[in-house]
C-alpha cells in the first residue's frame, strides 16, 4: 500500500518508553491536522499496546519494541506496534473485554480500548515469536485539506 510519510522507532521495553512512543506518534499524526480529540484517542490506543508489549510480551525481561507510523491515502493514519516476546496463546480470548494474565492489578481492557478508538485493529501472534498489533484510524478533514 502506498503511503505518503512514515516513521520508524524501535525501542526497549521500558515502562518509561511507553510515554514517548504515545507522544512520537501523536506528533507524527500532527500533519493530518487531527482533532485534539482524535489525538487522544491515537494515544491511548498505542499507549494500550506499548502498555501489553512491557507487561505481557516480556514479563521477566527488557527486549524491543518496533513501532511504524504510516500516513496513508484518504486521510489514514496506520500504526504496527511489533514485539518478539512471549506470543498471545490465544488471540481470540486475549481480545475480549476483562481477560488479563497480567495478574490483578490489570483491567483485561487493553484490546477493548484500541478497538473502540481505532477504525480497525487486527492482532497476529505466535507463542514463543511475539505479536503484532496493527490499528488503523481514519481522520476527519478539517477545513482546506
Keep these: 500500500m502506498k503511503f505518503e510519510n512514515y516513521m520508524i ?3 526497549p521495553s521500558k515502562s518509561t518508553n511507553e510515554a514517548f512512543a504515545r507522544s512520537a506518534v501523536a506528533c507524527f499524526a500532527a500533519q493530518l491536522d487531527p482533532t485534539m480529540e482524535e489525538l487522544g484517542d491515537i494515544r491511548t490506543a ?3 499496546a506499548v502498555t501489553n508489549c512491557i507487561v505481557h510480551a516480556y514479563p521477566d525481561t527488557i527486549g524491543t519494541i518496533l513501532l511504524r507510523a504510516r500516513i496513508l491515502k484518504d486521510h489514514v493514519l496506520d500504526i504496527v ?3 518478539k516476546g512471549v506470543g498471545i496463546p490465544d ?5 475480549r473485554p476483562m481477560f488479563t494474565t497480567g ?3 490489570r483491567s483485561g481492557m487493553g484490546f477493548t480500548i484500541m478497538e473502540s478508538f481505532m477504525t480497525s485493529v487486527e492482532i497476529s501472534s505466535e507463542p514463543g515469536k511475539g505479536t503484532t498489533v496493527h ?3 481514519r481522520l476527519q478533514r478539517r477545513g482546506g485539506q
Design 9 to 11: 522507532l524501535e525501542f
Design 46 to 48: 498505542v499507549s494500550e
Design 81 to 83: 506496534i511489533k514485539d
Design 91 to 95: 488471540v481470540e480470548q486475549a481480545r
Design 103 to 105: 495478574g490483578a492489578d
Design 135 to 137: 490499528m488503523r484510524r
